[in-house]
């Protein structure tokens, strides 16, 4: 007999959850993978129109009725800066959470949840869900492998032109640029996760920071033409010191309408490796030079071997990557015990990194870190 799936319900029925989350989890639902059992919104009808529109059973707007009814998991998707109060409601209500990033907006927040979660023998799970794309993982294990030699450094790019400026978006982004919110806590955790995740924890941070362009107005969309008067820094720049005279840079900012640099590069002792930013591109290259033959160049390391006497066959498909792929990480976790990479603790020191950006800033000088976190791989 087929065990029971866990029920996932569903905390914010934003833009998020409707362009991403609920058309990939209704896509699980039919593979079997997990059953999506309850959506939840505060805004009059917009939880039971997505309900509706997905197959899911019960719509609500509360969150508590949410977690009465019986779900396994909660996908929390609120507001970034509700985050953390409706994950300790989760976690109250003995139910597991996958926490959209960051994990909390207050470094206090974050460390009552993990502690909570401990004791209610639950597991929180915290986007972004970067780590287990499987190039990711194939990075890290060429780094850890020592094919670029000891990392001297890294950049990465974490910058878009903000939710005002994005054609998609399919609601009112007024919200992005208010307090507690702004492209640090949105974009820039992405990079941060991936440097952190291959480099391991930061020791201290450096950034500056400060509001480029104040007065925004939306450009697309339900609330286009409505003006933005920005209440977070827009532009924020940060120098990452892991020690060993290891160090990474990263920009964040809504400042960025395009763009032709990289995505991340690690720069090594014996090479560099390239993290594509295009679907064109080849997802990662290494540059490795051989200093007594003079051979140098950039090499796409093939996934399977080129050279066969019979016609190839194709190869199957990866598997299909997305923001969903991090509550599917948690299903396999919870259901056949494999590794969870998307840590509460390495979500926090995340957070803690995003919060010493800001005091750096503010205050104009190196900030320590305290937090730490374990680096696990698949």
């Not at 032109?161 to 992005?176: K, V």
């Not at 995003?354 to 791989?377: D, H, I, K, M, P």
Request: charged fraction near 20%; charge should be neutral.
């Amino acid at each position: 007999m087929a065990s029971a799936r866990l029920k996932i319900g569903v905390a914010g029925c934003g833009d998020v959850a409707q362009h991403t989350y609920l058309p990939g989890l209704a896509r699980l639902h039919q593979q079997g993978r997990l059953e999506l059992a309850a959506v939840a919104d505060p805004v009059p009808g917009r939880a039971a129109a997505l309900a509706q529109r997905h197959g899911v059973p019960r719509a609500h707007t509360e969150v508590d009725e949410l977690l009465a009814a019986g779900v396994d998991v909660l996908v929390n998707l609120t507001p970034m800066q509700v985050h953390a109060q409706v994950t300790l409601r989760a976690i109250g209500a003995g139910v597991h959470v996958y926490t959209e990033k960051p994990i909390a907006t207050r470094i206090e927040d974050a460390d009552a949840i993990i502690d909570a979660a401990a004791r209610a023998g639950v597991t929180v799970a915290a986007a972004p869900a970067v780590l287990v794309h499987p190039d990711i993982q194939q990075a890290q294990r060429w780094l850890d492998a020592g094919v670029i030699g000891k990392v001297c450094f890294a950049r990465a790019r974490a910058s878009n032109p903000g939710p005002d400026r994005i054609p998609d978006f399919l609601t009112d982004p007024t919200w992005f640029h208010a307090a507690g919110a702004g492209p640090l806590y949105d974009l820039g955790v992405y990079p941060l996760h991936v440097l952190t995740g291959a480099l391991g924890p930061v020791r201290r941070v450096t950034a500056f920071s400060g509001v480029a362009l104040p007065h925004r107005v939306v450009g697309q969309g339900p609330a286009r033409g409505k003006p933005i008067a920005v209440e977070v820094d827009d532009n924020t720049h940060l120098l990452l010191d892991f020690g060993e005279a290891t160090f990474a840079y990263v920009d964040a900012t809504y400042c960025v309408l395009s763009s032709k640099g990289p995505r991340v590069e690690f720069y090594g002792a014996l090479g560099a490796m390239n993290l594509a930013s295009t679907a064109a591109e080849p997802s990662v290259e290494i540059f490795r030079a051989d200093m007594a033959s003079g051979l140098r160049g950039w090499v796409t390391p093939e996934p399977v071997y080129r050279g066969r006497v019979n016609p190839p066959r194709r190869p199957p498909d990866p598997p299909a990557y997305s923001l969903v792929s991090g509550v599917e990480h948690l299903v396999d976790h919870l259901e056949r015990g494999a590794p969870l990479l998307l840590t509460a603790e390495h979500a926090r020191h995340v957070l803690e990194i995003t919060l010493a950006v800001q005091r750096s800033a503010r205050e104009g000088r190196a900030v320590e870190l305290r937090t730490t976190f374990a680096r696990l791989r698949a």
